[in-house]
């Protein structure tokens, strides 16, 4: 079955620090990623997204994240976080091999970042 | 910048009765969605809409659920006789025609079922 994997739950860091965040999916065709952004009482926002060429892509806010094929993996990253990324974070696919299909989340990590 | 919109933004209803959630996609797109989101858990699929019949649906959407686009423009989810853990927030996202695109969402109903 297709799922999506998110390493972290809770992940607090300080500010200025680096954010990782771990996503792996389990789908062996082609597939559209996504990482979404869910701010503390908002609706889900797009972040980033990836549907072909260059790997590593890069979204609003300094956010960026690589597609690692080879490793199932499109993991976000960000040099150094601020309070205001304080959020839920969602990685999302798309299987591509029917137009229309459902996205697939992942369970989310929720990050705090102290100021 | 076009967007999705939905109504109402948080709706209160009472165990056993009916509610309707609204949603109002992009003009010219084709595939529509609902997901919902039970508080502090993922994101789940709900069911998938294209060319005025259900593409697919998940296990969660039993026969208490239903949705149509009754006049070419909403996108309607009905929950025939709600219950208590139907309370969750309900996205609508609709999406255009074409593999390199992006699903864009509403901003959610939240509904509770006391």
């Known amino acids: 079955a297709q799922s999506v994997s998110q390493h972290n739950h809770h992940v607090i860091l300080s500010e200025a620090a680096s954010l990782e965040l771990g996503c792996n999916y389990s789908?062996?065709?082609?597939?559209?990623l996504f990482w979404y952004v869910q701010y503390p009482g908002q609706h889900l926002q797009l972040l980033l997204k990836?549907?072909?060429?260059?790997?590593l892509v890069k979204g609003i806010k300094g956010f960026e994240a690589e597609f690692i094929k080879s490793k199932f993996s499109f993991n976000l990253r960000k040099p150094s976080v601020q309070w205001s990324d304080t959020a839920e974070y969602f990685c999302?696919?798309?299987?591509?091999?029917?137009?229309?299909?459902?996205?697939?989340f992942g369970q989310g990590t929720e990050l705090s970042v102290k100021p | 910048e076009p967007e999705v919109t939905q109504t109402p933004s948080h709706q209160v209803t009472q165990m056993g009765q009916e509610v309707i959630l609204r949603c109002v996609p992009i003009?010219?797109?084709?595939?529509f969605y609902w997901y919902r989101q039970i508080l502090g858990q993922k994101v789940e699929f709900l069911v998938s809409?294209?060319?005025?019949?259900?593409?697919?649906k998940s296990e969660i959407f039993d026969d208490q659920f239903s949705v149509e686009r009754p006049d070419g423009s909403n996108f309607t989810l009905k929950i025939r006789s709600t219950k208590l853990e139907d309370s969750a927030m309900y996205f609508c996202?609709?999406?255009?025609?074409?593999?390199?695109?992006?699903?864009?969402f509403g901003p959610g109903t939240r509904l509770t079922v006391l």
């Open positions: 996202a609709t999406l255009p025609q074409g593999n390199h695109n992006e699903q864009f």
């Open positions: 809409f294209y060319n005025n019949e259900i593409s697919e």
């Open positions: 999302a696919v798309f299987p591509r091999g029917n137009q229309g299909g459902k996205l697939i």
């Open positions: 990836y549907f072909s060429g260059d790997p």
């Open positions: 789908y062996g065709g082609t597939v559209n």
């Open positions: 003009s010219n797109h084709l595939y």
